[in-house]
């Protein structure tokens, strides 16, 4: 298969293959840019391999970085952007199913890409837009398949993440995993253990962002992938609930862990930190997480104040609506963006009064009964109580002190 016109980031680093095949050496694009180029989809990377070796690409090129030189890898700089060069390579034993014991390079572009995971992942692009396919890659694409290079068994002990992988791309690409491969995922599911829970995460999220998480998901469940992540061995019936839904699609990472929490745990914000804590997630995250559940407490009991749209913030609420359409029970979300910005304040810093005027105008003396007062004001504020205009504060908080 011949492709008659690359992509603009494989046009834009066709210097640097053409550089190293002047040199006398093999160059080609591979991986995922390839898979994407092949699928029309937009291409997140630009990945090289050569028959020369690292320290012949640094003879090539003036400018590099060995970002990765134990394993193959010199990053190229040219005019501004970075492009990884790695050579081609063969790995020996995988002791730890993660990483090779060691590594050789070789010349071949036939042994680089038999040690790759999947046939999909196993395609080479040459300057003269030749695909180059030794696995099947091709009829893959076409048929819409997950399969392994060569014995599934193999590159699963190589490196177990690549059981996550099988099904994340089931779910990124809305495509079913060939039988075999599913049998040595559920196989060697096991192996999991060994993989580093932040990988593991970045694979399980990529998988809920997916074209069809559905499709990801099924294969989770039915290998048990999931008995071997953190906090998910009593999931079984999370997950079998999310297939059931008519629709699950999620616009981003909090609307995923929002439904998960939402479908396996109570309202308990300690619960919701302590499952994402496990896989490693950011405070960032667990902290919109908390807040998104709250709000789809609120969307479910269709209760929601303007104090619950001041505490919580919109961005949560844009969210559990979201899940909650997914879960049936959906709100218009344009009447709660409409009730948010007709709130008189949306943070405490548009609060026409502040301690220092209390402090100094009113006497109040600092500690915590003015920040009590300041609370209670607040609130009035925001619940339509009171103006926010420094004289009636400023009489609520005299009011306040007296009593």
């Known amino acids: 298969m011949k492709l008659n016109k690359l992509p603009l980031e494989f ?62 890898t010199v990053t190229i700089l040219d005019h501004g952007k970075g492009y990884e060069v790695t050579t081609f390579r063969t790995e020996s034993t995988y002791q730890d199913y993660r990483r090779p014991d060691s590594v050789q390079f070789v010349r071949s572009l036939k042994d680089d890409l038999k040690r790759r995971d999947l046939t999909i992942n196993a395609l080479a692009l040459s300057l003269d837009g030749e695909v180059i396919d030794l696995f099947g890659g091709l009829e893959d694409l076409k048929n819409g398949l997950i399969k392994a290079v060569g014995n599934p068994n193999e590159r699963y002990h190589e490196d177990a993440l690549r059981m996550m992988r099988t099904v994340r791309f089931a779910s990124q690409l809305d495509f079913e995993i060939e039988e075999a491969t599913l049998n040595a995922v559920a196989e060697n599911a096991h192996l999991l253990e060994k993989i580093a829970v932040e990988r593991i995460n970045v694979e399980w999220t990529k998988l809920l962002l997916g074209k069809n998480p559905k499709k990801g998901i099924a294969g989770f469940l039915e290998t048990k992938l999931f008995v071997y992540c953190p906090l998910f061995n009593t999931m079984e019936q999370v997950l079998k609930t999310m297939l059931s839904l008519a629709q699950l699609h999620f616009k981003n990472d909090v609307a995923a862990w929002t439904l998960v929490c939402y479908l396996a745990l109570d309202d308990d914000h300690k619960q919701i930190s302590r499952l994402l804590k496990s896989w490693k997630c950011s405070n960032e995250l667990i902290v919109d997480v908390q807040s998104s559940f709250s709000a789809l407490n609120l969307f479910r009991a269709n209760q929601i104040s303007a104090w619950n749209l001041y505490t919580i913030g919109l961005p949560a609420f844009e969210t559990a609506a979201s899940v909650a359409s997914m879960l049936g029970f959906s709100r218009d979300i344009a009447v709660i963006q409409s009730r948010y910005e007709a709130l008189p304040i949306k943070n405490k810093k548009e609060l026409a009064i502040n301690g220092g005027n209390l402090i100094k105008d009113l006497q109040f003396t600092p500690g915590s009964f003015l920040g009590k007062t300041l609370a209670i004001i607040e609130k009035k504020v925001v619940c339509g109580e009171l103006r926010n205009e420094l004289g009636s504060l400023e009489a609520a908080a005299v009011k306040i002190k007296n009593n």
């Open 11 to 72: 046009q834009k680093a066709r210097i640097i293959l053409e550089k190293i095949r002047n040199a006398g050496f093999e160059a080609y694009f591979v991986g995922g840019g390839v898979r994407d180029t092949l699928l029309g989809l937009p291409l997140h990377d630009v990945d090289i391999a050569t028959s020369a070796y690292p320290a012949e690409i640094k003879r090539i090129f003036r400018k590099t970085v060995d970002t990765g030189i134990a394993h193959g």
